[in-house]
């Protein structure tokens, strides 16, 4: 049989999942809906950089990662 006895193979995968921001979104209802958190906002604002506006507005329409 092929394969080398004694050895092992350890696979990591990464799933990134999106959240498609809806009208009236902020980043705490998002936190809240795909996180079950609301106070995890701040961590879904540090994987979205540059899709945040200065006061933590979020436009409807961005695909925003979810770190959660």
Same mark, same amino acid.
């Given at each position: 049989? /092929?394969?080398?006895? /004694?050895?092992?193979? #350890?696979?990591?995968?990464?799933?990134?999942?999106?959240? #498609?921001?809806?009208?009236?979104?902020? =980043?705490?209802?998002?936190? #809240?809906?795909?996180?079950?958190?609301?106070? =995890?906002?701040?961590?879904?604002?540090?994987?979205?950089? /540059?899709?945040?506006?200065?006061?933590?507005?979020?436009?409807?329409?961005?695909? =925003?990662?979810?770190?959660?």
């Amino acid at each position: 049989a /092929g394969g080398t006895v /004694g050895s092992r193979v #350890e696979l990591t995968t990464t799933v990134s999942s999106r959240y #498609e921001v809806r009208p009236g979104d902020t =980043l705490t209802t998002v936190s #809240e809906r795909v996180c079950g958190d609301a106070s =995890l906002w701040n961590q879904l604002a540090a994987a979205n950089p /540059g899709k945040i506006g200065k006061n933590g507005s979020i436009a409807a329409g961005a695909r =925003l990662k979810i770190p959660c």
